[in-house]
C-alpha cells in the first residue's frame, strides 16, 4: 500500500466518522479542517492531493444539511424549541399590550369614580347660614 492509498483511507474512514457523528480526532464539525484533522493529514493534502474526497465529503456534507446524523434529532428539537420560543413571545407581547389597556382603563375608572366622588362630598356638605 502506498502513502497515497493511507491517506485516502484515512481521508474515507473519517468522513464516515464525522457524518455518522463519531469523532476521534477533531471536534466533530464538519468542515475541510476538521475532516483534515479527523484523518490526521495536513489540511493541503486533502484540498490539493485528494481533491475528489474533499468533493465528496462536500456533497455528503450537503445532502445531511450540514448536521451529521447522530445529531438531526438534536437539531430537530431545536428548531422545535425555537419555534415555541418565537410563539411565546408572540403570547407575551400580545398579554403585554392587554395589560397596558387594562391598565389605562383602571386609571380612567379610578379619576372618574374621584371625580364623581368628590362632587358627591361637595354636595352633602353642609352649607352655613349665618
Known amino acids: 500500500m502506498t502513502d497515497r492509498d493511507t491517506e485516502r483511507d484515512a481521508i474515507t474512514a473519517a468522513i464516515q466518522r464525522l457524518l455518522d457523528g463519531r469523532p476521534t480526532r477533531s471536534t466533530g464539525a464538519l468542515t475541510t479542517l476538521q475532516l483534515a484533522a479527523e484523518a490526521g493529514v495536513k489540511r493541503w493534502v486533502l484540498t490539493h492531493k485528494h481533491v475528489d474526497l474533499k468533493e465528496e465529503f462536500a456533497r455528503r456534507k450537503t445532502e445531511a444539511n450540514g448536521i451529521p446524523p447522530a445529531f438531526q434529532h438534536l437539531h430537530a428539537r431545536a428548531v422545535d424549541a425555537e419555534a415555541t420560543a418565537h410563539a411565546l413571545r408572540e403570547d407575551n407581547d400580545q398579554l403585554r399590550e ?29 352649607t352655613s347660614t349665618t
Not at 110 to 119: F, K
Open 98 to 126: 392587554h395589560v397596558a389597556v387594562y391598565a389605562q382603563v383602571i386609571h380612567e375608572l379610578r379619576t372618574e369614580l374621584d371625580r364623581r366622588t368628590d362632587n358627591t362630598t361637595r354636595r352633602s356638605l353642609p
